[in-house]
């Protein structure tokens, strides 16, 4: 069974770090590129990031740009992000989603709430 469990979410005050989590199972981890995604209240779904399968290329939404890092570790199946100076418009529920290169089928995780508030 394929499985992305995401973890590390929560309340943090403006200008604080927070680091994701998603545990990978059920499929060839290193076979897939990975993404983060998030979904703020009320709102629709923003890319966030994507690592390419191997690790050495990373990309960035502009809004997250200099302040987010992807990271992924293949030996460990896991997908990391790590969140500096957060704002309050970070605020959203943040998914972890994984695309097979080879043919671009995806899954995606339940999910972990960020929640960025004095």
């Known amino acids: 069974e394929v499985q992305l469990v995401e973890s590390g979410g929560g309340l943090v005050q403006p200008g604080g770090s927070l680091r994701l989590s998603c545990a990978a199972s059920?499929?060839?981890?290193?076979?897939?590129?990975m993404n983060w995604v998030r979904q703020a209240p009320g709102k629709g779904l923003e890319w966030v990031s994507a690592?390419?399968?191997?690790?050495?290329?990373?990309y960035y939404a502009d809004s997250v740009k200099g302040r987010f890092t992807i990271v992924r570790d293949n030996a460990k199946s896991t997908l990391y992000l790590q969140m500096n100076s957060l704002k309050t418009e970070d605020t959203a529920v943040y998914y972890c989603?994984?695309?097979?290169?080879?043919?671009?089928?995806?899954?995606w995780g339940q999910g972990t709430q960020v929640t960025v508030s004095s």
């Open positions: 989603t994984a695309r097979r290169c080879t043919d671009g089928i995806n899954y």
């Open positions: 059920g499929f060839t981890f290193s076979s897939y590129a």
């Open positions: 690592i390419d399968n191997g690790g050495g290329t990373t």
